[in-house]
């Protein structure tokens, strides 16, 4: 299954001049103390771009119901590859309130409608749902029929400056993956990437999580949501190819070691010749570098 990267807009280059305002706002939401920057409705419409703070708020619990505290809350948004514009932390109540910026300018008058991919993260666990309550769009204001249509949203998805938007999660344990490819005389395949995918992934994502083995042929993903994934490899640019493994039945709170060998001859493929099921140790960080497909591209 072929892969398209996204890259960046040159327009971007606009929201540089939002990023330190945002990103000074972000780094005071981990008290969750209310923002005063956040102009109230009857004061958006003259005010600037670099004015404007969007915000999302909520609670976080597990499986049981039982709040969770430490849990990061993030938004990425923009077009194509997404910026990460605010972040808040969880309470002891499992209470969090992110304020945000967008992550680039558009050029036009219109609602400059963008991705606002919300999402929540802390170490061995996974979003039971994989975010998809996250799965926004912000505008400056409130979108026409046809900006809707374009972007394919519901005003339900839709986030407006000054209008905090309520945005609950579950989360619930995680899986790890991890394990060594090695080519057909058994020497180590260093240094490749290699990726998890699934049939079900988050929002503004093309894989669940990226990474590149290392000198050993070795690597490792954690916080890997329950259900089929699997793993695919490319072997060249020119033409576009990869290998796809066979699927991995993956459960809560188990780590699963694969051993997979690329074949080159007589019949090509990357092969799953063992795997080895036991309780989840978290031995290290999640590498996961995921990648925004599931908007359409508009430069203004």
């Known amino acids: 299954m072929a892969r398209y990267r996204l890259y960046r807009l040159a327009v971007w280059t ?42 999302v708020q909520g609670r976080i619990t597990n499986g049981e119901a039982i709040p969770l505290s430490g849990v990061t809350v993030s938004a990425h948004c923009g077009m194509g590859t997404l910026m990460r514009t605010g972040e808040a932390v969880t309470d002891a109540d499992g209470r969090y309130k992110l304020n ?47 900006e809707l249509q374009y972007w394919g949203a519901t005003p339900q998805r839709v986030v407006l400056p000054g209008i905090p938007k ?4 579950v989360m619930v344990p995680a899986a790890t993956v991890r394990g060594r490819v090695v080519d057909d005389t058994c020497a180590p395949v260093a240094n490749t990437s290699i990726w998890l995918d699934a049939d079900e992934l988050p ?3 093309s894989v669940l ?57 007589p019949v090509e493929g990357l092969e ?16 996961d570098n995921r990648h925004a497909s599931n908007f359409p591209f508009a430069v203004f």
């Open 166 to 169: 309520q945005v609950d999660f």
């Open 203 to 205: 929002p503004s994502s």
């Open 209 to 265: 999580a990226s990474a590149t083995t290392d000198e050993n042929g070795r690597f490792e993903y954690t916080e890997v949501p329950p259900g089929q994934v699997w793993l695919t490899m490319p072997v060249s640019k020119k033409p576009h190819r990869e290998f796809d493994s066979a699927k991995i039945q993956c459960d809560a709170a188990m780590a699963y070691e694969v051993e997979l060998t690329l074949r080159r001859a």
């Open 100 to 146: 945000f910026g967008p992550g680039i300018m558009l050029l036009d008058d219109g609602a400059q409608m963008q991705v606002a991919t919300i999402s929540a993260s802390k170490s061995g666990m996974v979003e039971r749902d994989l975010g998809r309550a996250g799965d926004l769009v912000m505008a400056s204001k409130q979108p026409s029929n046809d």
């Open 272 to 287: 799953v010749r063992h795997i080895k099921r036991s309780a989840a140790a978290r031995l290290g960080r999640s590498q």
């Open 14 to 55: 606009s929201a540089a001049l939002l990023f330190g305002c945002v990103e000074r706002q972000a780094h005071n939401e981990t008290d969750n103390k209310p923002d005063q920057t956040i102009l109230i409705p009857n004061e958006l419409e003259n005010a600037k771009p670099s004015q404007l703070l969007w915000c």
